[in-house]
């Protein structure tokens, strides 16, 4: 199938400093694209995939699971890794899990991490339901574009394939298990209203992970896609510092655009 226009993957070769950006369960590119572009516009080297299953149908997505999504994200990892002397790792909600994954299985590939309502868990009865409806029900409604400013959107599937669900389900609770494997600076950014995850799984990583280097923020103005909402500045310059602060030669070099 063909990818949805504003679905499209986004790379750019800038600097020897890089990151990978992860976007979110039935999500896409887009909602991380500005995030991108703004760290683009910086001199970094920028990768944002597209993750399988995603970006087309859901009925795509029905047939993939964590591994796949996962595995994405690392051959990402290890390109940028190839070619930058050091490498960040971010990504919003299930974007930010593989993030901190990444983090814990990679070691000292990984420079930093920054999360945004990272998801630790699938919460509600519905979750304990997953391992037998799924073979029932095939899909449920949609998550995306809990956004409170008006008239932004984001672009993501409008159901939710039970079979990923429950493959996420899985992957969460292995990640649980893998946090403390994380030593990385961490920064993490929450929004104070999240119709999506709730702020117990930001206290859950928090908790969990061994980084001393941890900075955590609190997102007044925007829901569960805040990249794409109110605090969507906020959260470009703040993780732009954090990068800058650990690879101090962010934005002194020269950048080549790529789309």
Not at 100 to 115: S, T
Not at 183 to 195: C, G, I, K, N, V
Not at 201 to 216: G, K, P, Q, Y
């Amino acid at each position: 199938m063909p990818v949805l226009p504003g679905a499209e993957p986004y790379r750019h070769e800038g600097g020897e400093v890089g990151v990978l950006l992860c976007h979110g369960f039935t999500g896409s590119p887009q909602s991380l694209r500005p995030w991108a572009e703004h760290h683009a516009a910086h001199g970094l080297s920028v990768s944002l995939p597209l993750l399988p299953g995603h970006g087309t149908r859901w009925e795509d997505m029905q047939v993939t699971g964590w591994q796949d999504w996962y595995a994405e994200v690392d051959r990402e990892l290890r390109l940028l890794a190839g070619r930058c002397s050091q490498v960040f790792v971010a990504g919003l909600s299930m974007g930010g899990a593989l993030a901190l994954r990444l983090a814990a299985r990679h070691g000292e590939r990984v420079r930093g991490a920054v999360a945004v309502n990272p998801a630790n868990k699938v919460h509600g009865l519905s979750a304990y339901a997953l391992p037998m409806a799924r073979h029932l029900v095939r899909t449920t409604k949609g998550i995306a574009s809990d956004i409170a400013l008006e008239g932004a959107a984001e672009l993501g599937y409008d159901r939710v394939p039970l079979h990923a669900a429950h493959s996420l389900r899985t992957f969460l609770r292995r990640l649980d298990g893998e946090l403390p494997q994380v030593t990385q600076p961490l920064l993490l950014l929450r929004s104070a209203q999240d119709h999506v995850v709730p702020a117990a799984d930001s206290a859950r990583v928090l908790s969990r992970v061994s980084s001393t280097d941890v900075t955590e923020i609190v997102l007044e103005h925007s829901y569960h896609v805040a990249t794409l909402d109110r605090d969507a500045d906020r959260i470009f310059e703040e993780s732009l510092a954090f990068i800058g602060r650990l690879a101090p030669s962010v934005g002194k070099e020269g950048t080549a655009a790529v789309g």
